[in-house]
């Protein structure tokens, strides 16, 4: 295996809340994500979801999908993109502008370790989408494998 080799990533957000316009104050009533990485032909779909945030911006109601997009990931650390269950994970989306399938988000997305040191971190810009989203997301939250939930006898 190379010693950087490419991981696949899709990525669905979606949420509902509050933001001010001219201001850095909001609040979501409900904020996720899920997302699909695939290597070595294994796919793993992680979600996060989170309740009730308060500065974590988004507009009244969003939800944008895009096309998958490669991710280097460092195997030589360890890591594997399909044993991050329970990692702790900060996404922030911004948008500009996403209107059915017209437009691109920027993701900005770090995981950490269980002790919450920061163990990867990618950033991508101009990522195709579609959907419908103005303005920007965030939400931070522990990974749950919604594979290994969908298949309990499957183990990764």
């Known amino acids: 295996m190379p010693d950087n080799p490419t991981v696949t990533a899709k990525l669905v957000s979606m949420g509902m809340g509050l933001k001010i316009p001219s201001t850095s ?12 990485l695939s290597s070595g032909g294994q796919k793993t779909l992680y979600g996060v979801s989170s309740l009730l945030d308060i500065n974590q911006g988004g507009f009244v ?9 490669g991710i280097e990931f460092d195997f030589s650390k360890g890591l594997s993109p399909h044993d991050l269950e329970g990692n702790l994970v900060d996404l922030s989306v911004d948008a500009g502008v996403v209107i059915a399938k017209l437009g691109s988000i920027d993701v900005k997305m770090t995981i950490y370790s269980k002790n919450n040191a920061p163990m990867m971190s990618l950033q991508r810009v101009d990522i195709p989408a579609q959907g ?9 939250g522990h990974l749950v494998n919604l ?7 499957k183990t990764n």
């Open 25 to 36: 104050l909001a609040a979501n009533l409900i904020n996720g994500f899920y997302l699909e």
């Open 61 to 69: 109601v969003y939800g944008v999908a895009t096309e998958a997009f």
């Open 132 to 140: 419908i989203m103005i303005a920007d997301a965030k939400i931070r």
């Open 147 to 153: 594979t290994k939930a969908n298949n309990p006898r």
